[in-house]
């Protein structure tokens, strides 16, 4: 499995969101994050804004919510033409029903663990999930300092998704940069998102460019991709 890189568009121009797609499509997934002001302190976007992103750009939607009852408002973000869709853990009454749900709709389900969230109580879920996040931040806001303290739960969750030999992707979100990347890949992560490493520079294309390539080199020099 190739690593993947997926811009977050918090941190691309609100005013101008079919324009900074563009602007990264040769990235894998473009990473939309709902908040609703309750489950973080930050209000973003919802539905229609994802409905009007899914026809603007042929990059798939890496829709990532951090919204209370994710059980109720989920599966419109697949109605919507999210390609994969993250709810929290923390706020799923129902993780299970809820990811058999969004695949059954035809999206890759997804869970996330904010950074105080062990991954150990959802070992027995794994095989229901596409994609595994862990916040490398207290989510919320893009631009925040990477939380070094999250890599041994990457290497937790990379030898429980080995001991079950499953396809499952890691995703990590918050802090990743081109400082920061090697060591989320060299303990496991093969999915990573990056906000304001992207567009914060001046050419978002190429920044996605130089984070493929410094994750490709670290993946394979720490060699877990090949042992199974
Ligand atoms: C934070 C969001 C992230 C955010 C990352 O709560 O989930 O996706 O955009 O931004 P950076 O890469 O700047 O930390
Ligand atoms: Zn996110």
Same mark, same amino acid.
């Given at each position: 499995m190739a690593v993947q890189i997926n811009p977050s568009?918090?941190? %691309?121009d609100f005013a101008r969101l079919a324009e900074e797609a563009k602007a990264v499509e040769g990235a894998d997934w473009l990473h939309v994050d709902v908040m609703d002001n309750h489950f973080v302190p930050n209000l973003t976007l919802g539905v229609p804004v994802v409905e009007s992103l899914a026809r603007a750009t042929d990059t798939p939607l890496d829709c990532h919510l951090m919204i209370e009852a994710p059980d109720r408002w989920a599966p419109q973000y697949v109605e919507a033409g999210a390609g994969s869709v993250t709810f929290h853990a923390e706020a799923a009454a129902a993780p299970v029903r809820l990811a058999r749900e969004i695949r059954a709709k035809g999206a890759r389900a997804s869970m996330a663990l904010k +950074? %105080?969230? +062990?991954i150990e109580p959802y070992e027995d879920l794994l095989p229901e999930l596409d994609m595994l996040l862990i916040m490398t931040v207290e989510p919320g806001f893009g631009g925040q300092a990477f939380l070094d303290i999250m890599l041994p739960k990457i290497r937790r969750t990379r030898e429980l998704i080995r001991k079950h030999g499953l396809e499952m992707w890691l995703q990590v979100d918050g802090g990743v940069s081109a400082s920061t990347i090697e060591r989320c890949a060299e303990a496991g992560a093969d999915v990573f998102v990056a906000g304001s490493a992207v567009y914060g520079a001046g050419d978002p294309a190429e920044a996605v460019r130089a984070l493929r390539e410094r994750a490709r080199s670290a993946t394979e020099a720490a060699g877990w991709a090949c042992a199974h």
């Open positions: 568009i918090l941190s %691309a +950074p %105080a969230t +062990p």
